[in-house]
């Protein structure tokens, strides 16, 4: 609706007084969270509160010279680079491939989809729990079906041993948010015009050709939101991590929001977590703004 | 058996297939909780317990640990109460009056990006401040904070589908701005409201990592329960089901009345039911 078109609806316009009455509570309490961490990080990154020392006074950029050099933080932001690289595609991929073995009629279709979206819409730390209970070397399922898989005992420490902790994670990862890729991707297959793979068919184009040219076009823009909405939980990765590893062997598969935590409430470094939590945070909008270009939000 | 029958067929074994891989792991969570400690710690494991045994609850309810849910339960309630009013009001003025243009509206579902333990680090500094550490005060504030971008974000988009000439009506009619709003919008967008008020208690019962900085005793939640069951040497899997179950079963509960909106309101809106 063009601005003319509005101005003429009654509806359209109020006075400012109460335009801005409504506005006002929410902006207020989104200021909380929006402004005020911004400001304080930027204030307490540059001084040097520590566990011990309350020194307030101005230090420059000491904290952000310390994080240029600091290895587990860039080790940190690769493992959670990694996390995603690899369990993105994979949930894309799978729920693509689930989405089209649902697009089309089938018996008790609805029924299925309302129980291939439970694993969403557990809480991430109890799918970590649950995964745990899983992976567990002795009672745990896995390795008994492993067993039966390659005939013989399997006693594999998947939440321990530094060359099975990613594929635990992954799957993990991969199991409770590829429903998520699978519901929105069917969603999008099912508005696909098929007059026009129809046409394709009798032009003689093949299937590959018919997704690449037809298809994936028109599912694009709602796979795009999927992927950033992925990517930027991928990029806060915690809980499932939290319970299945807390980070470990070691720090081998410490994520960026879990090195922040154990520097601002287990090591009370806290000018230091400061200036990490502002990398985050910048990173992170390069990432939304860039992506935010791409992808149609809002109408 | 013709060709397209052979294809359903097929089509349908692998749809069981799928559905029993991605629901095994959920049985295996309900299943340990109804097992006895001889069974959990079996080797090889027992794939199905033997008697509903419901010995891991009791323990819950006994050691007061169950009122960890009550906390989520009162803290997911009243901070989605207070989200959806509030930011239902902010999306009206969006949607109809166009309130600060594009730029208010993207900088408001920006606010849902930012990471949260970004936010929670500055926000427990000044918690500890005001002594909000650990009381119903502070996480339910965080939690309305953080759940009002998708609210707003949300609830616009419902409102704009609603047509201008019920309320243009009513305004003939002499209804106020404010019964405009409550007689005639909000009944209007009902299954929108209710779509985004489940998906709000949904986020803030799930949530962790505030709920593990900003909770010590008092209004613990029961996820950060479940993680107080995973010891240095041996995990008392027992509770961990059982506390995990009692905080999944609400949640599959009201999903079940939410099919018709999951995917409208996990794309953000981008997909419209």
Redesign the interface.
């Known amino acids: 609706m063009s601005a003319a078109a509005q101005a003429r609806h009654p509806t359209a316009t109020a006075d400012r007084g109460f335009k801005l009455m409504l506005v006002a509570p929410s902006i207020l309490v989104l200021l909380l969270i929006g402004i005020f961490p911004l400001v304080y990080l930027l204030m307490v990154s540059f001084q040097n509160i520590t566990m011990t020392d309350m020194d307030k006074s101005f230090q420059g950029l000491l904290n952000y010279k310390l994080l240029v050099h600091d290895t587990r933080l860039w080790q940190a932001l690769w493992h959670t680079v990694v996390f995603t690289a690899i369990a993105l595609p994979i949930e894309l991929i799978l729920g693509l491939l689930m989405a089209q073995l649902f697009l089309d009629k089938l018996p008790g279709r609805p029924i299925f989809i309302a129980l291939l979206v439970l694993p969403v819409m557990v809480s991430p730390i109890v799918a970590g729990a649950t995964w745990s209970l899983m992976f567990d070397n002795r009672f745990g399922p896995i390795n008994q079906i492993a067993g039966w898989l390659f005939g013989k005992e399997m006693t594999l420490l998947w939440t321990i041993n530094p060359s099975l902790v990613y594929p635990a994670i992954i799957v993990a990862e991969v199991w409770q948010w590829t429903p998520f890729m699978f519901l929105l991707l069917l969603a999008a297959l099912a508005n696909v015009d098929k007059s026009q793979m129809e046409a394709a068919a009798i032009d003689g184009a093949g299937y590959w050709r018919t997704f690449f040219k037809i298809v994936l076009p028109a599912i694009w823009p709602v796979m795009a939101i999927a992927i950033l909405i992925r990517a930027l939980d991928l990029f806060r990765l915690f809980d499932i991590v939290w319970a299945l590893t807390k980070g470990g062997p070691g720090t081998s598969t410490e994520t960026i929001s879990m090195f922040a935590y154990v520097k601002g409430f287990q090591q009370f470094e806290t000018s230091y977590t400061a200036a990490v939590a502002l990398l985050i945070i910048v990173l992170l909008s390069i990432i939304v703004m860039w992506a935010l270009k791409r992808v149609e939000l809002s109408r | 058996m013709n060709a397209s029958a052979m294809r359903?067929g097929i089509?349908?074994m692998?749809?069981v297939a799928?559905?029993v891989i991605?629901?095994?792991?959920?049985y295996?969570?309900f299943m340990?909780s109804f097992k006895t400690a001889d069974e959990?710690?079996?080797?090889?494991?027992v794939?199905w317990p033997h008697s509903l045994n419901w010995g891991s609850y009791e323990v819950l309810f006994k050691d007061g640990d169950a009122k960890t849910v009550w906390n989520s339960l009162v803290i997911a309630s009243i901070s989605t109460v207070i989200a959806m009013l509030?930011?239902t009001?902010?999306a009206?003025?969006?949607a109809?009056?166009?309130?600060?243009g594009?730029h208010?509206?993207?900088?408001?579902?920006?606010?849902r990006?930012?990471?949260?333990?970004?936010?929670v680090?500055?926000?427990?500094?000044?918690y500890v401040f005001f002594g909000l550490v650990d009381t119903y005060v502070g996480i339910i504030?965080?939690y309305?904070?953080?759940n009002?971008?998708y609210v707003?974000w949300m609830m616009r988009?419902y409102i704009?589908d609603v047509p201008?000439a019920l309320?243009?009506a009513a305004?003939?009619d002499g209804y106020t701005?404010w019964q405009?709003i409550w007689k005639v919008v909000f009944p209007m967008c009902r299954a929108g409201l209710f779509a985004t008020a489940i998906f709000t208690f949904?986020f803030a019962?799930?949530?962790?990592?505030f709920a593990l900085?900003l909770t010590r005793t008092e209004v613990a939640t029961y996820?950060v329960q479940?993680?107080h069951y995973?010891g240095g040497q041996s995990?008392f899997?027992a509770k961990?089901?059982a506390m995990?179950v009692l905080?999944?079963v609400p949640?599959?509960i009201v999903?079940?009345f939410l099919?018709r909106y999951?995917?409208r309101g996990?794309?953000?809106?981008?997909?419209k039911?």
């Open positions: 359903t089509r349908l692998a749809a799928i559905t991605f629901l095994f792991p959920i295996w969570l340990i959990i710690y079996a080797y090889p494991p794939w509030v930011g009001l902010c009206y003025s969006l109809r009056f166009r309130t600060g594009e208010l509206s993207n900088w408001i579902i920006s606010q990006m930012v990471p949260p333990i970004a936010v680090f500055p926000i427990f500094l000044l504030l965080l309305t904070a953080f009002l971008p707003i988009g704009m201008r309320e243009e305004l003939v701005r405009v949904m019962w799930n949530e962790f990592l900085v996820t479940v993680t995973f995990n899997w961990i089901s995990s905080g999944t949640i599959f999903v079940a099919q999951l995917v996990m794309s953000l809106g981008a997909i039911g």
